[in-house]
Structure formats: C-alpha cells, structure tokens
C-alpha cells in the first residue's frame, strides 16, 4: 500500500454534461500521489464513453469500472472503497469539482494534525458554475470540542468534502438503497476518529442541479434519513457525548426535515399525507422529547415565532397530523396577510414603456437624480426593478444600467430595454468583459459615469415605493450640505412579500430610539453616536448619494468581504450632514445568493474589529466608544459561540 497515496472514488450515473470537468478537476491536482476510480453506475447516457476516453489518455491516473446492473450510489462508493489500494480515500461527486489543491491541503492538514480525517469547506455553484453560497464547515480549530464542531454544521453529513483515512471509513459503509445516506458513514466516522484537522485553503464545489436528488421535489424517499438517524445512532451509541451528538444530529437532521421540509409542503390534503408519515417514521427518535434538540432550535426563533414553533413541536406528542396542519394553515394564512405582496402584478415590456413615457412628462426639477442599476444574473427581477424607478412620482434624469458579466438572460433583456425606453428618457448600458467579482468596484463605476447631482444606486434584485426619491430630495433641499439621505427599509423575499416591516431593530443595538423618527443631523454626530458601532444604512438601494469622486473611500470598501458598505458610509459621513425618514419605502430582497447572507462568523467579527480600528483613525473615540467596541464583541463572541480570546 502507497504510503500517504489517496483513491478518490467518483460515482457516475447520467452526467454526460459534467463528468469530464469533475474528473480534469481530479486529473489537474497538485497532490501527485492520487488515484481515480470511476464507477458508472449503468448510466443511459453517454457518461460511461466520456469515461472510457478519459481513461486511454490517463492511463496511469484514472481506472474505470462499470456495475452490472443500475444499483445506487452506497453500493457504487463501497465497491470504491473495496477496490481502493491506498491508505487514504476520498469521494467527489461526479457533476463536482475542486480546487487544484484540494487534495494537498486535505492531505497536508490531516497530517499536521496526526488525524485519521481533514474536512474542507464547500462552496454551493449552479451548474453554469457560478457562486451561490458557502457552506462553510464551522470549525474553528481552536474550540474545545471539534468533534461537536464538525458535526453541527449543513456541510457536516457529506463524504465529499472531507479526505479519510481508508481503515475508519470501511468499518462504516454506507447503507445501499437510500438517498441521504452519507450520515450514517461519515458521521460515525467523524465521531470514532482518533483526531480531526480542518483547513480553509481549498474548496469543494457542490454544484446545484435542478434534477437533482437533493433539488427535486418532495417525496417518501426523503424519509430515508430517518432510517439513516437510527443507523448513525445505532454505531455511535458507544461515544462518551452520546447525548450531545444525538441532539445535533436530532436537530439538523429530523427537526429540520420537521420546520423547513414537511410543514411548508402546500396542499392541506398533501401535508397531511406527509405529516401522517413524519409522525409515524420519527416514532422511535421522538425528537420533540429531546430537550437540547427543540432549545437549539427556538433560539433561533424570535419572540412570537418561539411560542409558534414550540407548540408546533410538541403538538408532535399527539401523533395528531390533523391538530398540527390546522394549526399550520391558520399560520399559513396569518403570514400571507401579514407579508403582503409589494409587486402587485408581474410587470412588462409595456408596463415599462409606459412609466418611461410619463417620466418625460415630468418638469425638470433643479436637483437631477441618476439612478445607476448594477446588475449580476438577476434577469428575474429587472423589470420589476426598472419600473419602480421609473414609476417614482420624481423625475429621474438618467438611468445607467452596468452588467457584470451575467450568465443568464440579463444582457438580452437589457439590450431590448434600452432600445424600446431611449425614446423617451436618458438611458444607457455598461457591460463588463470579465466578472468584477465584488459590488463596490460597480457602485464605483456608477458614481464615476453619472453626471446627476446625487446618485441613486438601485441594486438589480431590489424594490422601492413610488414615493421614495421624492421623500428624499425633499429633505436635500432643506439642507444643501447632505452627503446621503435614506429611508428605513424593509426585507422582502423572492416573490416579493414582505417578511420584515422595518430593519429599525436591527440597526439599532444600543436601543436609542434614534430612528423611531425622520431626522436631518451632522454626519460628524452620526459617525460619533451611531455609525462608529454598526453599520447603520441596511441597504445601499435606500440611499440618495451626493455626487462626488470617492475612488479613495472605494478602494477602502474592497478590502472588505462582508461589510465595505459600512466603510464607505462612515467616510461619506465625514463630508456634510445626513437625512433619514422613517418609513420603510425601500424594499431590499434577501435570497440565496444575497452576499450578506454567506460570511463566516469568526471572520466577520475579525472584519468588525478591523472596521474599528479603521474608525479610531476617522474620528475621535473616547473610553466610551473603546467600551461600546468590547461588549459589540462579547456580544457577538457569545451568540455566535465563537472562541473567548484571552485577555
């Protein structure tokens, strides 16, 4: 046996249209010592000729079997396992593929560390293979327990994102003829292993495919976790935190199929077929008995929706399907009157043209307004978008519409947009060549391009009321010296309903009330009470910018990941005094691949630190600020259960 040789084993089944990049990810490693195996699992497509072509040219690298007959993917990866001659395996998906190093860094991390299993992060691409999210392991190398660490994350049951020592994962092999089979492998793995070892130098890309298992719609297969649950109980029944891994596993595992899987299925007649089944299938794990397990979960659940959940978990003592999905309807129906729809009809071509027509209507008003549209992939929303800027009641003087390099249908529809609208108001499009890759290089274009007296810059996927500019040049002519003025803003999701009526609460941490009401002050004051704390503007989209050259304060902003929005304000205060209304007249929408929604604790909370040290050079902070800093981190330390520094 090689020694530190790793066997990456690649089941395939009807991936014509990716296999060859997944296996020319595995071909191109920088790890030389690294075998492949790929099964075909009898696929009716022609996955097995693209391998058998791989394979004459990569003799000495890839060998190619073929099963007998179609028989799923645990038979396929313990087949792999038994063949593998290495002391160490991996597992890539077939439509995957990873970073050139990945199997150096895995390698290297797990030898550092003396660990029988390295485990790498994951990074969630559609199948064009663009970013949608992270799925970041949450390990912090430095926790106390990382064997609870590795286990309570999203990314924790797959076998792909980690590199194994042979001898671990064959005692537990995957159980045949399921679908979520990994837990029941991987997890009593993790679990039984001698060490862990973690590195954050390399990726795994998980690539979301609409056919696929995982994104299919819902079906009694799903119900094979459960079977799974048991299984992985059953082989780590012997672990000294028994009862602390089953409630991590409970949670992520059974509850969340509960909440997010089985109670959203639409249909009173369908939910109550599944929730019959739920029921009955969870009968052994009882997971609303487990204490820890429903703890985890209501934590993060805010005042009323605790009592809500609560009663809908233990409603689960019943076995009553019928009391939890008339309970779940009346929710239902509270929640679709409450989060009312802020797009009332899907707009068009005409729609556009029409509101392009009025706003030349419109006098000239003597302070002029670009709205500057930076868009990425979002072909979805643009026409909505489009018209709540040229629906708004104040006349806009230009419209700049910037193209990151999308994938999907964005430049054709912009390019039919600005040829049917150039007729009537100043319009233009700006394409780039190659994907800038961060927002602010294109919020920076924007300034640089518009020539209006304050800028609007209206994010793609967005929304606004048609009241919103109107309302904030309102106060501009108060005060000539503002820098930024801005509304409260309020949180939609993909269809366009609300979920979040103000994002007040969550700006303000101190609890002042400071923006209970509509107010114009000195940015100074802002930046010295407010702003030198959190980031206080939620949402760019919200804002009404005085034009200006600000590359300098940019080229601060992209150094940031998660919070260069908070940067650029900051330094935007500095030059002239600030307005804020408080009705939510802007409406900022959250979905997958938000940038907001993707960063990884410990690193944004370094990312705060840093932003504070960047405010101690802005402005003048006194023992009360240093203060207010320490317990933004003891706050954050505990909530994201990060580790203490000692002092």
């Not at 970013?131 to 190398?141: K, Q, R």
Request: charged share 25%.
């Amino acid at each position: 046996m090689e020694q530190n040789g790793i066997t990456v084993i690649v089941p395939c089944y009807n991936v014509e249209k990716y296999v060859e990049k997944s296996i020319d990810s595995l071909l191109n490693q920088t790890y030389n010592n690294l075998k492949i195996i790929a099964i075909d699992d009898c696929s009716t497509d022609n996955t097995y000729i693209i391998l058998q072509q791989l394979a004459v040219k990569n003799q000495n690298k890839l060998t190619i079997y073929r099963n007998d007959k179609n028989r799923g993917l645990s038979y396929t990866r313990n087949r792999g396992i038994s063949l593998a001659e290495t002391p160490y395996v991996g597992f890539i998906d077939s439509d995957d593929y990873i970073d050139t190093n990945y199997y150096e860094a895995l390698m290297t991390a797990l030898l550092e560390k003396n660990a029988e299993i390295a485990i790498a992060d994951m990074q969630l691409v559609d199948d064009k293979g663009n970013d949608l999210a992270p799925v970041e392991a949450g390990i912090n190398p430095q926790v106390d327990d990382i064997y609870v660490a590795a286990i309570d994350t999203g990314s924790a049951a797959s076998a792909c994102n980690k590199l194994f020592k042979k001898e671990v994962i064959e005692k537990y092999l995957f159980p045949e003829g399921k679908v979520n089979e990994d837990i029941a492998s991987t997890f009593p793995a993790i679990l039984h292993a001698k060490s862990l070892a973690y590195t954050n130098e390399t990726k795994y890309y998980y690539v979301q495919r609409k056919n696929s298992i995982q994104n299919s719609e819902f079906s009694e297969k799903r119900f094979d976790i459960i079977e799974s649950v048991q299984l992985t109980l059953d082989r780590i029944k012997d672990t000294e935190k028994y009862e602390t891994y089953k409630s991590i596993i409970l949670y992520h595992q059974i509850l969340m199929l509960y909440v997010y899987v089985i109670t959203p299925i639409s249909g009173y007649k369908n939910r109550q077929k599944y929730l019959k089944m739920f029921i009955k299938k969870q009968e052994n794990l009882r997971v609303e008995n487990n204490k820890a397990c429903v703890k985890k979960y209501l934590a993060t659940r805010g005042k009323l929706g605790k009592i809500y959940w609560y009663i809908m978990i233990k409603l689960l003592k019943l076995k009553s399907a019928t009391c939890i999905n008339l309970l779940l309807s009346l929710g239902h129906a509270l929640v679709n009157r409450k989060n009312k729809t802020v797009v009332h009809k899907k707009i068009t071509f005409l729609d556009l043209i029409e509101a392009a027509k009025k706003q030349k209507e419109k006098k000239t008003p003597s302070i002029s307004v670009s709205a500057v549209v930076p868009n990425y992939n979002y072909a979805d929303f643009l026409l909505e978008r489009l018209y709540s800027i040229l629906y708004q009641t104040y006349k806009i003087d230009e419209l700049i519409i910037l193209d990151d390099c999308s994938t999907d249908e964005s430049r054709a529809m912009i390019d039919e947009i600005v040829e049917k609208l150039k007729p009537y108001i100043s319009i233009r499009k700006i394409y780039n060549d190659t994907n800038s890759g961060i927002a602010f290089k294109q919020w920076q274009k924007g300034f640089n391009l518009a020539k209006g007296d304050y800028v609007w810059i209206a994010e793609a996927d967005d929304y606004c009321d048609k009241r919103m500019v109107k309302k904030l040049v309102k106060c501009i002519k108060k005060d000539k010296n503002i820098s930024i003025a801005y509304v409260d803003t309020a949180f939609i999701d993909k269809q366009g309903k609300i979920f979040l009526k103000s994002i007040r609460p969550e700006i303000d941490i101190r609890k002042t009330k400071h923006w209970n009401h509509s107010y114009i002050t000195s940015g100074e004051n802002e930046l010295q009470n407010y702003t030198f704390l959190n980031c206080t503007i939620a949402n760019v989209s919200s804002t009404l910018i005085k034009k200006g050259n600000y590359d300098a304060f940019f080229e601060k902003s992209v150094q940031y990941r998660q919070s260069g929005d908070w940067v650029l304000y900051a330094n935007l205060m500095k030059l002239g005094d600030i307005a804020y209304i408080n009705k939510p007249y802007n409406y900022y929408r959250v979905h997958g691949n938000n940038i907001t929604s993707t960063m990884k604790k410990q690193k944004h909370l370094e990312e705060i630190k840093r932003i504070h040290n960047g405010m101690r050079e802005l402005t003048s902070i006194t023992s009360w600020h240093e203060k207010e800093f320490q317990k933004r981190y003891d706050f954050l330390t505990k909530v994201w259960n990060l580790e203490v520094e000692e002092k």
